[in-house]
């Protein structure tokens, strides 16, 4: 298991991921899944078996403001980068559950999270406990598309 960038062979399995995982919610089009990666590339890792297949993936970008963007909702390709970096989506599939995937995929993303202030995200399907234990902290509930329940959480970086 390692963490690699995002390839353009990744996304078949990359959405066949957000359907596995995402129950209470429709999946987002794959149109909206890519346009976060060409968004901010760099912010954006997969992790892969020895195989060198896709098993878990997160996606994020910069973002400004108060309010998360809605759930399968595109955005501007020209997003001021602000001092917010967005995490949009971190799934790992059922076959890595537990093996720290999700672990690995979040450190990857602090370490190329130097320019950015903050983070934000969006906790889906009771995962806010999960995000706490990484000093998130809730702010507000978030848009109903993304599921009952789900919290609009922030995280300070000190680099």
Known sequence: MFIDSIRSDDWPHI???????????EPERLCVLQQKWQLSPETCFVVRNE????????????????????????????????????????????????QGAGKALF????NAADEFSKMQLIAVQNASSYWQKHQ????????????????????????
């Open 15 to 25: 959405v066949a991921i957000q359907a596995q995982v995402y129950t209470e919610f």
């Open 107 to 110: 450190a990857a993303l602090l």
């Open 51 to 98: 195989l060198g297949q896709a098993l878990a993936y997160l996606l994020s970008h910069p973002w400004q403001g108060d309010s998360p963007p809605h759930l399968d909702q595109t955005l501007s390709t020209e997003l001021v980068k602000g001092d917010c970096l967005y995490l949009h989506d971190l799934a790992v599939s059922p076959t890595l559950k537990g």
């Open 136 to 159: 998130f902290i809730r702010l507000k509930s978030a848009p109903t598309c993304y599921g009952s329940g789900a919290q609009l959480m922030e995280r300070v970086l000190n680099h």
